[in-house]
């Protein structure tokens, strides 16, 4: 266990004071250890994944930082299926691209994600038509509570957009070490998101699961959404904000007022709309800067440490424009990372 480590580093944001106790798990062994001595010394417990998804508080973190860092994977026929059960330190794109080069398919549009496997149950991560509950056959965890593993089914997990049993009604209750999922051998690659279907626009040939795959980091990239070095564009922490849902009467009023405005029909009732749309229609254009905090010059969704920004100046960013959001549409955007300590007082 060591004291004082700098967070910044482990985030993709660049951004974040100290944690008081930091330690880095490298077995199931590792994790129940940690929680333990958090218990000990009455101290809060943060699970660190790859940072991908973080803003981390100025002042950083008063308890104890567990970062996980347990590795390898496993895989077994089943059918026409193959699962593969991963632990929760490893690399995303790395395991996405491993499932692909083995011709499985049903995570080939989330290639290009940062962050480690361990995060994506818990956000139901999800880009280009794709979400990892689709695949997803089960999670194992640490519950917190009684230092007892378990695992889940996918209902169990009772997933969502966005959102799981993980992060929503029992939330920091589990902690994830690995996660199983269900792919299809020899399956054809998923082309339902727009940008991606018109990228194979012309081509006689259904794509491979290869080339969906390289198409979609060609796309991130366009957007500043893949982590590329000495670009500016990719100090984020991805899409900082949701695509707000709301009822169909609302859009419909809102409709009248905006006739352009994007809207997808996102289940009974309810209509989804782009966060980006908004954004950009209450004034804040793509490059936008506040000092040190800004929106990328790529993507309208992701705010980018400029160079030396905190905690803070991302904040005020962020109130700046769901201020707006609000006062143009009456909707509240809702911050998609997950904040790490004690926010400042307005």
Same mark, same amino acid.
């Given at each position: 266990?060591?004291?004082?480590?700098?967070?910044? %580093?482990?985030?993709?944001? /660049?951004? /974040? /004071?100290? !944690?008081?106790?930091?330690?880095?798990?490298?077995? *199931?062994?590792?994790?129940?250890?940690?929680?333990?001595?958090?218990?000990?010394?009455?101290?809060? +417990?943060? $699970?660190?994944? @790859?940072?991908?998804? +973080?803003?981390?508080?100025?002042?950083?973190?008063?308890?104890? $930082?567990?970062?996980?860092?347990? #590795?390898?994977?496993?895989?077994?026929?089943?059918?026409?299926?193959? +699962?593969?059960?991963?632990?929760?330190?490893?690399?995303?794109?790395?395991?996405?691209?491993?499932?692909? *080069?083995?011709?499985?398919?049903?995570?080939?549009?989330?290639?290009?994600?940062?962050?480690?496997?361990?995060?994506? %149950?818990?956000?139901?991560?999800?880009?280009?038509?794709?979400? =990892?509950?689709?695949?997803?056959?089960?999670?194992?965890?640490?519950?917190?509570?009684?230092?007892?593993?378990? *695992?889940?089914?996918?209902?169990?997990?009772?997933?969502?957009?966005?959102?799981?049993?993980?992060?929503?009604?029992? #939330?920091?209750?589990?902690?994830?070490?690995?996660?199983?999922? #269900?792919?299809?051998?020899?399956?054809? %690659?998923?082309? !339902?998101?727009?940008?991606?279907a018109q990228h194979f626009v012309g081509r006689a040939e259904r794509p491979t699961l290869a080339? $969906?795959?390289?198409?979609?980091?060609?796309?991130?990239?366009?957007?500043?959404? +893949?982590?590329?070095?000495?670009?500016?564009?990719?100090h984020s922490a991805g899409s900082f904000f949701k695509n707000p849902v709301i009822a169909a &009467?609302?859009?419909?009023?809102?409709?009248?007022?905006?006739?352009?405005?994007?809207?997808?029909?996102?289940?009974?009732?309810? =209509?989804?709309?782009?966060?980006?749309?908004?954004?950009?229609?209450?004034?804040?254009?793509?490059?936008?800067?506040?000092?040190? !905090? @800004?929106?990328?010059?790529?993507?309208?969704?992701?705010?980018?440490?400029?160079?030396?920004?905190?905690?803070?100046?991302?904040?005020?960013?962020?109130?700046?424009?769901?201020? #707006?959001? !609000?006062?143009?549409?009456?909707?509240?955007? &809702?911050?998609?990372? =997950?904040?790490? @300590?004690?926010?400042?007082?307005?």
């Open positions: 266990m060591q004291q004082n480590i700098s967070l910044a %580093p482990y985030t993709t944001l /660049g951004i /974040g /004071g100290p !944690a008081r106790w930091f330690t880095q798990a490298h077995s *199931e062994a590792d994790v129940s250890a940690a929680v333990e001595f958090a218990r000990e010394h009455g101290l809060p +417990l943060f $699970v660190l994944g @790859g940072g991908s998804n +973080l803003l981390v508080s100025d002042a950083g973190f008063p308890g104890c $930082v567990v970062h996980i860092a347990l #590795r390898g994977v496993q895989q077994q026929t089943d059918g026409e299926d193959v +699962l593969f059960t991963a632990a929760a330190g490893e690399e995303w794109d790395a395991f996405v691209a491993a499932t692909v *080069e083995q011709n499985c398919a049903g995570v080939e549009c989330l290639s290009g994600i940062p962050g480690t496997v361990g995060g994506t %149950p818990v956000q139901n991560v999800g880009a280009y038509g794709q979400e =990892v509950s689709a695949t997803i056959a089960s999670v194992r965890a640490l519950d917190r509570t009684n230092l007892r593993w378990v *695992e889940f089914n996918n209902a169990e997990c009772q997933f969502a957009y966005r959102s799981s049993r993980f992060n929503t009604t029992e #939330r920091e209750r589990y902690m994830v070490t690995s996660v199983t999922y #269900r792919l299809r051998r020899n399956g054809e %690659p998923l082309l !339902a998101y727009k940008d991606l080339a $969906v795959r390289a198409a979609v980091r060609t796309i991130r990239q366009r957007k500043g959404m +893949l982590l590329t070095p000495n670009d500016p564009d990719c &009467e609302q859009a419909e009023q809102l409709s009248k007022r905006y006739a352009t405005m994007p809207h997808f029909t996102a289940g009974a009732g309810c =209509v989804k709309i782009p966060a980006a749309w908004l954004i950009e229609q209450a004034g804040f254009a793509k490059g936008t800067a506040l000092g040190a !905090a @800004g929106i990328s010059s790529k993507h309208t969704l992701a705010l980018v440490n400029r160079g030396g920004a905190t905690a803070a100046a991302m904040l005020a960013l962020r109130d700046a424009i769901c201020a #707006r959001v !609000a006062e143009q549409f009456g909707i509240a955007l &809702e911050q998609e990372p =997950v904040y790490v @300590g004690a926010e400042p007082l307005a």
